[in-house]
Each structure stands twice: as C-alpha cells, then as structure tokens.
C-alpha cells in the first residue's frame, strides 16, 4: 500500500544478535513511524521520522533505534535483541493532515 | 497524554446484520483527526474511514459509517450489511499535529476484533 515495502518479511533470530528492519517507501512522503504489534496492546509507536536525519522517539524505544539517511529509507536497529522485542513490526508512512499507510509488517521471533 | 479506548476486546455479528464498534478518546486537543483501521488475517492495516473533528458531519464510506460526538469524545464505528470479509482486528486511532515540530503523532486503540458468522 502506497508503496511500502518492509524487509524482511519474516525473521528469526537469537537473543543477543543485532537485527535491522528496513523501510522503503516510493511516494516521497516527509513523515515515516516504526511501530510494533502485540496482543493485548495494539500498534505502539518505537521512532519517527519528520525529515531526513530528523527522528524522535516514541513511547517504546527503549532498546530501539532509527536512522533515515534518504527520504525513502528508515530503518530501524534492534543492537542487542532480546526476547521481549519478539513482535510484528509495522512500518508506516504519512503527509500533512493525511491518515498512515502501513507496509506488511514484519514477523520478528527472538530465540 | 492521549489515550484511545476500545472497550470490547472481541464482538460478532450475523452476515447482513449491523454491528456497531466503540472508542472513546481522551484529549484536550480541539484540532486532531479519528481514524478506524481495519486489519484482517492477512495482516495489511487498511483504512476504513477517517474523521475531522472540526467538521460536525458524521463521515460515512459505502457500509461504514462513524458516529462522531466530540463533546464526549466518542468515535464509534457502525458496519452495516456485514459481510464475511469484514471479519478483522479493527483499530480506532487518533492522530493531531505536534506543535512546534511540525510532526504527526497517532495513538492506537487495543482493536476489536469482529468476526462475522455465516
């Protein structure tokens, strides 16, 4: 959806091992979240970007961290997964005043 | 702080019947945009429909429709005619602009899942 794609996809890993998400958007929009997806909790926000190099945290980002070098690219590092940050990750992409547009998600399992 | 409240944590309803879905929000904000977010079993968060709380009409999109009390910050979501394929985890979320930033920060709900039985 408007040109969201998330990789990757699907990943298993250990506990310790750093692990990055990728975000790639083509529609050149300014704002662009990390979000994660758990039971109980719905979609919580770990960063946010409003520009390039211009990120801020959400309210999860403990253990977290982003970095958008290109309008099109926001990836978000695990630097020492735990067990805990097994989830669905959700990126998303958003302009002024216009609702979100989600990638697929990624299913991220952590050993 | 903002926060968004689906109280019904699972509902159903019999194809072609009405089913109506609940969120209430907390905010001192007077200007700040609803949404409902539909995600079925494939996992794809879709838009169901949007509402701008400055506008007074209730937004309405083929089956869905919303109805928006502000004053007691309520954002429901009413499905009409349900179908099969409506059977999903839906979000209500709620999105204003950050100030001096510039930025645009949405806050979930927990979801509600529907199923829809034949």
């Known amino acids: 959806d408007a040109g969201i794609t998330q990789s990757p996809r699907h990943k298993v890993t250990e506990t310790g091992t750093p692990v990055t998400l990728r975000c790639h958007q083509t529609?050149?929009?300014?704002?662009m979240y990390w979000y994660r997806q758990d039971p109980g909790h719905g979609l919580r926000l770990i960063h946010y970007?409003?520009?390039?190099?211009?990120?801020d945290k959400g309210e999860v980002s403990d253990g977290y961290s982003v970095s958008r070098s290109k309008t099109e690219d926001f990836l978000l590092t695990l630097e020492s997964a735990t067990s805990s940050q097994t989830s669905v990750y959700f990126c998303a992409t958003g302009d002024r005043n216009q609702p979100q547009h989600f990638g697929d998600g990624t299913r991220l399992s952590i050993l | 702080a903002q926060t968004v409240t689906q109280s019904q944590p699972e509902m159903s309803v019999q194809e072609a019947e009405t089913v109506t879905l609940s969120c209430t929000y907390d905010?001192?904000?007077?200007?700040?945009?609803l949404f409902w977010y539909k995600q079925p079993p494939s996992r794809q968060m879709i838009l169901v429909i949007r509402q701008e709380a400055y506008k007074q009409q209730n937004a309405t999109e083929n089956r869905f429709s919303v109805n928006f009390q502000k004053a007691a910050k309520s954002f429901s979501l009413k499905i009409s005619d349900s179908q099969l394929g409506d059977t999903a985890m839906y979000f209500c979320a709620f999105m204003k602009p950050q100030r001096g930033s510039g930025t645009y920060k949405y806050i979930f709900g927990t979801g509600t899942r529907l199923k829809v039985l034949a």
């Open positions: 529609e050149n929009h300014r704002y």
């Open positions: 970007s409003y520009g390039v190099k211009d990120t």
């Open positions: 905010t001192s904000e007077s200007n700040y945009y």
